[in-house]
């Protein structure tokens, strides 16, 4: 079992044909992600070679999944254009779509969020600006690499891409069932909520880790719903904690003001829903360890 990705995903890439696009297309390619075309209405009908696996190039999502049948898409496209790739991908109910792409404007970001909730919530988006997800063994949808763990039974979700990483090496003779990383723009798709309730519907998920930052209340939002909703132990890790108040935080776009949207505050909100918090992601993989008896 996995979240949101499997082995039978059959996965095509917005902006396969760009630099970014061709170099992570081949790297998935690699991790055995199932990647059935690409996207580029101005290269439509030609064919790129990854190393022996000729992958075709459709006008559009919609085209790519009648030929190919196509559940995932993948976005490599760059900021101007990407509002419009992923209401495309919307408009063609690809059940999934994951927007790897920095630096996407938030109004755009509000925009396609807001058209696919009005259509009904049939494309689950993830990020934009976030690495993507995993299913070790299995597909790789995005840029977290694909060698640095194997499969297990800890649930990842991670709004930092750098953390996502350094907590799958750290705990990676343990394993992952899935490890998403959300991103951590003012608006995205999936949330620490949804991963939260998706791995705890997983039976192959015995222990779920949850990486936040400063900023925003997404993660007393996460809390209230854990102690809710969540019987599976949950460990986390809050970015931050050095971070002065009243600062913007430019990676995260993130403003702290008041208690609310602190590391600290945080922090607390999680510990008062039985969450295990560490001060560094090291000290919360090892509360990952004890937990698991490893």
């Given at each position: 079992?996995?979240?949101?990705?499997?082995?039978?995903?059959?996965?095509?890439?917005q902006?396969?044909?760009?630099?970014?696009?061709?170099?992570?297309?081949?790297?998935?390619?690699?991790?055995?992600?199932?990647?059935?075309?690409?996207?580029?209405?101005?290269k439509?009908?030609?064919?790129v070679?990854?190393?022996?696996?000729?992958?075709?190039?459709?006008?559009?999502?919609?085209?790519?999944?009648?030929?190919?049948?196509?559940?995932?898409?993948v976005?490599?496209?760059?900021p101007?254009?990407a509002?419009?790739?992923?209401?495309?991908?919307?408009?063609?109910?690809?059940?999934?779509?994951?927007?790897?792409?920095?630096?996407?404007?938030?109004?755009?970001?509000?925009?396609?969020w807001?058209?696919?909730?009005?259509?009904?919530?049939?494309?689950?988006?993830?990020?934009p600006?976030?690495?993507?997800?995993i299913?070790?063994?299995?597909?790789?949808?995005?840029?977290?690499?694909?060698?640095?763990?194997?499969?297990?039974?800890?649930?990842?979700v991670?709004?930092s891409?750098?953390?996502?990483?350094?907590?799958?090496?750290?705990?990676?003779?343990?394993?992952?069932s899935?490890?998403?990383?959300?991103?951590?723009?003012?608006?995205?798709?999936?949330?620490?909520?949804?991963?939260?309730k998706?791995?705890q519907?997983?039976?192959?998920t015995?222990?779920?880790?949850?990486?936040?930052?400063?900023?925003?209340?997404?993660?007393?939002?996460?809390a209230?719903?854990?102690?809710a909703?969540?019987?599976?132990?949950?460990?986390?890790?809050?970015?931050?904690?050095?971070?002065?108040?009243?600062?913007?935080?430019?990676?995260?776009?993130?403003?702290?003001?008041?208690?609310?949207?602190?590391?600290?505050?945080?922090?607390e909100?999680?510990e008062?829903?039985?969450?295990?918090?560490?001060?560094t992601?090291?000290?919360?993989a090892?509360?990952?360890?004890?937990?698991?008896?490893?």
């Amino acid at each position: 079992m996995a979240i949101f990705l499997t082995k039978d995903s059959k996965v095509i890439v917005q902006g396969m044909t760009g630099a970014t696009g061709m170099k992570h297309t081949k790297l998935m390619l690699g991790d055995g992600t199932n990647i059935v075309g690409g996207v580029n209405p101005r290269k439509a009908g030609t064919e790129v070679d990854f190393d022996g696996t000729s992958v075709p190039v459709f006008g559009s999502v919609k085209e790519a999944m009648e030929k190919t049948g196509a559940n995932v898409s993948v976005l490599f496209v760059p900021p101007a254009f990407a509002k419009a790739a992923v209401v495309e991908a919307i408009d063609a109910e690809i059940p999934l779509a994951v927007v790897i792409t920095e630096g996407i404007a938030v109004h755009d970001s509000a925009a396609f969020w807001a058209y696919a909730k009005a259509k009904g919530n049939k494309t689950r988006i993830i990020g934009p600006n976030c690495p993507g997800l995993i299913t070790p063994g299995q597909s790789n949808a995005g840029i977290i690499p694909g060698d640095i763990t194997k499969p297990g039974r800890i649930g990842l979700v991670s709004k930092s891409g750098t953390l996502t990483y350094q907590m799958m090496y750290e705990l990676r003779d343990i394993g992952f069932s899935s490890a998403v990383g959300i991103g951590g723009d003012p608006v995205i798709g999936t949330t620490h909520i949804d991963a939260l309730k998706a791995f705890q519907d997983d039976p192959d998920t015995d222990l779920i880790v949850m990486i936040g930052e400063i900023g925003g209340d997404a993660e007393e939002r996460a809390a209230d719903f854990i102690k809710a909703n969540v019987t599976k132990p949950v460990v986390g890790y809050v970015a931050g904690f050095t971070a002065p108040e009243g600062k913007t935080m430019g990676h995260a776009g993130a403003i702290v003001s008041g208690s609310s949207g602190t590391a600290q505050a945080k922090k607390e909100a999680l510990e008062a829903a039985g969450v295990k918090v560490g001060k560094t992601p090291s000290e919360t993989a090892l509360l990952a360890r004890e937990i698991l008896g490893g």
